[in-house]
């Protein structure tokens, strides 16, 4: 019994360490988006799509889930470099067969983001503005770029939405390259 205490606190101590760890690395804990903000950015998104989706830090998978199920026709990449919510994303992709989601630890300043149709975001204010140049250099083709909270420094969202929430946050969608 001791030891399973043992094991059971190692888990618990060493995971809160490496959440805390990768929250100062990326500037960003992985606080989940709230159940209103989720479903009003969900519903206003296209109704079908079978064009590769990403979500740039996926968290505990909160968004990343739901646009599996939203779109079964497409895949999902959830990006997430934290090691905890990454595994707790693996997990629970194996537990509930979410075979459209991709789950990748790769950081997404990283990654090619040219082929996705759909972008989704939950970041932060320094995040968006080194987002805001590597989507003027990747997306080449039309692409939808949705983020809650935060905007894009220097581009005009094509609409904002207001989440009649405790905060008033903002959902705010771009077009990359729509004529
Ligand atoms: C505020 S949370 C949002 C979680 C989720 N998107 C949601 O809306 O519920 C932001 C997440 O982005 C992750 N993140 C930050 N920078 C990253 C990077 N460069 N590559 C991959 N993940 C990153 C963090 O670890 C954190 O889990």
């Known amino acids: 019994m001791l030891i399973l205490n043992i ?21 960003i804990s ?24 990403a979500e740039l830090g996926a968290g505990w998978g909160t968004l990343a889930f739901q646009l599996a199920k939203k779109y079964p026709d497409a895949t999902i990449t959830a990006f997430e470099n934290s090691f905890v919510p990454y595994a707790f994303m693996v997990i629970r992709k194996f537990v509930f067969s979410q075979d459209n989601l991709i789950v990748s630890r790769k950081d997404f300043y990283k990654a090619d983001l040219s082929m996705y149709h759909l972008i989704v975001s939950y970041l932060y204010p320094g995040a968006m503005t080194r987002l805001e140049k590597q989507f003027r250099e990747q997306l080449t083709k039309e692409t939808i770029v949705v983020s809650h909270t935060f905007a894009l420094p220097n581009r005009k969202p094509s609409k904002t939405m207001i989440v009649s929430d405790l905060y008033r946050t903002k959902i705010y969608f771009y077009d990359y390259l729509k004529k």
Do not use: D, R
């Open 7 to 27: 094991i059971v606190f190692s888990i618990v101590f060493f995971s809160f360490l490496s959440i805390i760890y990768t929250t100062i690395k990326n500037g």
């Open 30 to 53: 992985p606080m989940p988006t709230s159940p209103k903000v989720k479903k009003m950015l969900l519903e206003n998104l296209p109704s079908h799509s079978e064009a590769p989706i």
